[in-house]
Structure formats: C-alpha cells, structure tokens
C-alpha cells in the first residue's frame, strides 16, 4: 500500500500542485511521510505561486513585507525631499559637503561612508556633518587603513586622526592593518597615517544627502531611493 500511495503523492504533487499537508490529508498519512516521497518533485512557478496563495501565514508575512517597504520607501523619498530644500536654500557648506560625498562617499541606502587620506577633506565632511546635520561625534564611526612601516605605532596613528576630527575614542572601530611584503619592507610609505574611514548610520542623514545631490547636479537617481 504505502508504494501505491507514494506514487499517488508524487502524481498529486507534480501534476496538481497540492501542498504536503493537502496531500497527506487525502492520502490518510504523515505529512512527514508525503515531505520524504515528494522532496525530489518540482514545481511549476504557476504552481509555487498559487501554493503560496492559499498558505495564510506566508499572506500575512507578505503584506506585512510590503508594508514595511512602503513605509521605508515613504521614509526615504521625505529625506530625499529635505535635502532637496536644504539644496535651494544656498549654503555654501552645504554644497561642499555634498559635493564633497558625490565624489568620494560610497552610495548606501541606510549609511554614510566617507573614506580619504587628505585629513583637511576628512575635517571638512566632519564639520559638513555637525553643521549641516547636526550629528554628533560621539555617534560617528572611524577606522583607518594603514601601514606600520614609517615608525609609527598603531595608537599614533589612530590618535593622530581622533585629535585632527575632533572625535571621541569611542567612536573607533578596529583598523585594517597592511603587512608589507619582504619586497616592500624597506620602502617608506607615503602616507605614514594611511586613510581615514568615516561612517554614519543614519537613512535619513543619508538620504537627505542623495537628495540634495540630485538638486544640485540637477538629475534624477531612483536607484538610490529603491
């Protein structure tokens, strides 16, 4: 009996899409024993999707997806909006900020990343950041990239670019530390503090940027809204 029923299981499955519970309740047996007799048995995607409709759970944890979408894209396009104002108003820091993110930030949804060697433009997207934005040192996030061949410790380094920011040793994240190879030991780096990663977690702080972006250079980027 249980082979004629595994065969039932299996014809149930590929050619009327039914789900393992439906199955094992017409055929009378464990729902684990149909999942054991049908895990090899494909489905159509018209059959995955109407499974999927008639499971009320997988409903529910859907339109609860898509609206949590809605509000995160809602969130978004209001701060793409807010930086847009902020654009018309003509700040010229403002501006140099932004410019400054175009050119050298990394697009994130949900972040700001700035990474540079130049300390003076490091300084100058900390201040866009606490004048602009008004976001607080201690809720920035630093590390740096670099080498230890130039008679520089590690702390040194990291003190040197906490000091010149104006940032607070707690918002330091670990460094990522170059070993030179046996060919480049000798060889003095030039740049003896490496480069400087800052990072904000903020969708709003971000998205604001992304829109200002746009109303300065005058375009349109959906793919930095999605």
């Not at 029923?5 to 017409?26: D, F, K, V, Y």
């Not at 054991?36 to 999927?52: F, I, K, M, T």
């Not at 969708?203 to 375009?219: K, L, R, T």
Request: charged share 25%.
């Amino acid at each position: 009996m249980t082979i004629v029923e595994q065969a039932e299981a299996r014809r149930l499955r590929a050619e009327e899409g039914e789900s393992i519970r439906e199955i094992a309740a017409r055929l009378g047996v464990a729902p684990s024993s149909v999942s054991a007799w049908v895990r090899d048995v494909p489905l159509s995607a018209e059959q995955a999707h109407a499974l999927a409709a008639r499971n009320p759970a997988f409903n529910r944890q859907h339109r609860g997806q898509q609206t949590i979408a809605r509000r995160a894209r809602t969130r978004r396009s209001a701060a793409q909006a807010d930086g847009r104002e902020r654009a018309r108003r003509g700040d010229p820091l403002h501006l140099a900020g932004c410019m400054l993110y175009w050119a050298e930030g990394t697009k994130q949804h949900q972040r700001l990343c700035f990474v540079n060697s130049d300390v003076r433009m490091m300084q100058l997207f900390v201040r866009f950041l606490r004048e602009c934005y008004e976001v607080p040192g201690d809720v920035m996030r630093f590390s740096c990239n670099c080498h230890l061949g130039n008679g520089l410790t590690l702390d040194e380094i990291e003190s040197y670019w906490l000091a010149a920011l104006s940032l607070p040793r707690s918002c330091l994240l670990a460094a990522a530390v170059n070993r030179p190879s046996r060919a480049s030991r000798r060889r003095r780096r030039t740049l003896p503090y490496g480069t400087g990663r800052l990072v904000v977690h903020s969708v709003d702080v971000a998205q604001s940027v992304y829109g200002a972006i746009q109303e300065y250079g005058g375009f349109e980027e959906p793919a930095w809204l999605r």
